[in-house]
T-cell receptor, first 113, second 110 residues
Framework: GENVEQHPSTLSVQEGDSAVIKCTYS??????FPWYKQELGKRPQLIID?????GEKKDQRIAVTLNKTAKHFSLHITETQPEDSAVYFC????????????FGTGTSLTVIP | DADVTQTPRNRITKTGKRIMLECSQT?????MYWYRQDPGLGLRLIYY???????NKGEISDGYSVSRQAQAKFSLSLESAIPNQTALYFC?????????FGDGTRLSIL
């Protein structure tokens, strides 16, 4: 099946700085890449996603970029705020595996006021 | 988002017991999923269903079974619980992907 690796596992940034989280995937047929945010003790929430026919997508302070050749995609958060502190998960799905979602192991982001 | 409801929220039980976790949704989505979350391992798919007559094994289905009783209901069973099934379990629904998650069931097996 698909193998999704996520780095770093923990990330601390000063408020106002940018944060970048990277994921790599193994199945070149993967075509959908969502990102989820999970606050402490809460449910994961879909925050942004990108399909393989697009290289970049933005939504206010968050953006996702995709490099299909290198098989990696990244989440970018600009002007970070304390409420951005959470665990972020990337995922990938491929028609080769019945469009199952394979998640990364998560990045714990702490934004220091 | 109370559109995806999981019961119970917490459960402590003993090894060998049969346990059922229930999930119901009011989103009207055909697709439902059960995930397990362990520290440092992220979310792993146990089973998923694309409609009432469709059940598919996920990455870690051994030791689990599911039932899709209706479009809105998808239950997960542990036939004979073992301690390494202690985890946080999430149900999710979506039109094309797991978009809406429940609040989770924290399951402890002693």
């Amino acid at each position: 099946g698909e193998n999704v690796e996520q780095h770093p596992s923990t990330l601390s940034v000063q408020e106002g700085d940018s944060a970048v989280i990277k994921c790599t995937y193994s199945d070149s047929a993967s075509n959908y890449f969502p990102w989820y945010k999970q606050e402490l003790g809460k449910r994961p929430q879909l925050i942004i996603d990108i399909r393989s026919n697009v290289g970049e997508k933005k939504d206010q302070r968050i953006a996702v970029t995709l490099n299909k050749t290198a098989k990696h995609f990244s989440l970018h958060i600009t002007e970070t705020q304390p409420e951005d502190s959470a665990v972020y998960f990337c995922a990938a799905s491929s028609p080769n595996t019945g469009n199952q979602f394979y998640f990364g192991t998560g990045t714990s982001l702490t934004v220091i006021p | 988002d109370a559109d995806v409801t999981q019961t119970p929220r917490n459960r402590i039980t003993k090894t060998g017991k049969r346990i059922m976790l229930e999930c119901s949704q009011t989103k009207g989505h055909d697709r439902m999923y059960w995930y397990r979350q362990d520290p440092g391992l992220g979310l792993r798919l146990i089973y998923y269903s694309f409609d009432v007559k469709d059940i598919n094994k996920g990455e870690i289905s051994d030791g689990y079974s599911v039932s899709r009783q209706a479009q809105a209901k998808f239950s997960l069973s542990l036939e004979s619980a073992i301690p390494n099934q202690t985890a946080l379990y999430f149900c999710a629904t979506g039109r094309n992907q797991p978009q809406h998650f429940g609040d989770g069931t924290r399951l402890s097996i002693l």
